[in-house]
């Protein structure tokens, strides 16, 4: 259901990113836009996709199990009244203080009027902060209690949101990527509405009651912090990728955000959904000091993962280029923004694998109590994104080293978290993970020599888009079913188990 929802909304999210290629291209304008709406958009992938709720969700199963609904209640209630508080002030600050805050997020920006540009809409944007805060508790308290629908289908309201903005924007502002930057707030007012009916739903009575003395309520805030340093350093690093890419020329920034975008969609299908339903299960898990059951569900999740991630690296790598001729290569998105767009893609691919073990590791430490080794994993990766984007920016691969050195960065955070779990945690059955991890790239060979003899058939620049339609879908579904049957022929246990579920094998 998850994984379900997840997909809805990152397929309307590609739609939104092939409105606005087709419609403002990859320029200094556009580059504009996604500066202001890198701050944001840090701000739901920070709270809403994982840090708020994994720094909660411990502790709110944990007040269930052992104290009873009403004391975890009223500690949801509280933790609303903070979280709100918190989110209006971070909001306000934004706006009041955008004339400052722009120039040192596009650092390279030097023409007054792009300057002035972004700071309007990133005061039209910032106030989602304070709704990123609300739409991440609604979240943990419904997972908590096991409903995972409404935090999982919320993400499609923002983007039909946005995409209201793009097609109404010739005619609710004279610059139509002001439209744009409203349709962020009206997707965030809709994402609300639909968390705050399941909340009702499901009997949660929205009380404010602020009270930062609660003992938990520092708790939860104090690991949070370093949540979003454990968990989300990756869009940090984006971040910061997009701060460096300011100095390169016009469209690297918006070459860099959609191939961020692409790279997203496996992770979010995939890992974002077993890691959203793992976590509830991991915490009760920890509440009841059954650690042996919290590795084995902890394992069978980066099984699961890898069989996902290994062939997504190898495709996106393969037939980058492709899918993003059908996808983007509209209108005023050219194959020269197609080819720059690859690029940056090519090099991102290789963290996908990376950023799953990351997405899936990190959690664990949280739910074991421990908020400081995935901070420390995640300071190491942060300087190792600023100093080598800084050097490889300076290559010839310029946009496309920033987005290579963030996977480097995702490799040494995901080394770095799996050998701190095995040492804290003793056997965590490394040797099996390796095992399936070696069974899937076994598997994606053929599916790679596949996919890479079909997409030659045509020229992905020239040809008609129903000819590039079809020959992608068909390629597609020919590597999809090389990786499924090699991965039958190997015994991978994800595929067995996918082929017994659909009849294929008894």
């Known amino acids: ?67 009873g609904g009403r004391e975890a209640l009223e500690l949801a209630q509280k933790t609303l009244a903070a979280v709100l508080a918190a989110g209006v002030f971070a909001a306000a600050a ?88 409203a349709g962020v707030m009206a997707g965030g007012v809709l994402q609300l509405a639909l968390q705050i009916t399941f909340m009702v739903l499901a009997g949660f009575r929205m009380k404010l009651s602020l009270n930062l003395g609660h003992p938990e309520i520092g708790r939860i805030f104090r690991n949070g912090l370093l ?16 701060l460096l890419g300011s100095f390169l020329a016009d469209g690297s920034i918006s070459y860099i955000y959609f191939s961020d975008r692409l790279h997203e969609l496996v992770l979010g299908v995939t890992v974002m959904s077993i890691g959203t339903v793992m976590l509830p299960e991991m915490s009760a898990h920890a509440s009841r000091d059954d650690s042996t059951a919290l590795i084995g569900s902890y394992r069978s999740s980066v099984r699961t993962a890898l069989f996902f991630a290994v062939p997504a690296t190898a495709a996106l790598m393969i037939i980058g280029l492709p899918i993003i001729s059908v996808l983007l ?16 893609l090519f090099y991102a691919s290789a963290g996908i694998v990376s950023l799953a073990l990351v997405r899936l590791t990190a959690p664990v430490f949280f739910t074991l109590g421990d908020a400081r080794t995935p901070c420390m994993a995640a300071a190491v990766s942060f300087v190792l994104n600023a100093a080598c984007g800084w050097v490889l920016m300076r290559t010839p691969l310029r946009h496309a080293g920033l987005t290579l050195a963030a996977a480097i960065a995702a490799t040494a955070q995901a080394a770095l978290l799996v050998a ?87």
């Open 1 to 67: 259901m998850v994984a379900a929802s997840t997909l809805a909304s990152r397929v309307l999210g590609l739609a939104r990113d092939m409105l606005m290629a087709a419609l403002f291209s990859a320029n200094g304008a556009t580059d504009a836009f996604y500066a202001a709406f890198r701050v944001p958009n840090l701000a739901r992938r920070l709270l809403t996709e994982g840090v708020l709720t994994v720094t909660f969700i411990p502790v709110y199963t944990d007040y269930l199990m052992t104290r």
């Open 94 to 181: 934004g706006v009041l203080c955008a004339p400052a805050l722009v120039p040192v997020l596009a650092m390279g920006f030097e023409d007054q009027a792009r300057i002035e540009r972004t700071v309007v809409m990133f005061r039209i944007m910032v106030p989602y902060v304070a709704v990123a805060g609300v739409l991440a508790f609604c979240m943990g308290v419904l997972n908590s209690h096991r409903r995972f629908f409404a935090p999982a289908f919320a993400p499609v309201l923002l983007n039909a949101g946005i995409i209201s903005g793009i097609l109404l924007s010739g005619r609710l502002f004279a610059d139509p990527l002001y439209a744009v930057s």
């Open 420 to 506: 701190l779990l095995r040492k804290k945690s003793g056997a965590i059955g490394l040797s099996d993970l390796l095992a399936s991890a070696a069974k899937n790239a076994a598997a994606a060979a053929p599916m790679g020599a596949v996919i890479w003899m079909l997409s030659g058939l045509i020229d992905w620049e020239s040809a008609p888009f129903t000819t590039r339609l079809f020959v992608l879908a068909g390629t597609i579904a020919a590597g999809g079913a090389a990786y499924f049957a090699a991965s039958i022929a190997l015994g991978v246990e994800e595929a067995r188990m996918i082929a017994s579920r659909l009849g294929l094998r008894k």
């Open 329 to 344: 290569m509209h209108n005023r998105f050219t194959a020269v923004e197609a080819g720059m767009t690859f690029r940056a």
């Open 227 to 242: 949540g979003m340093a454990g968990m989300g350093i990756h869009q940090v690093n984006i971040l910061v990728a997009t």
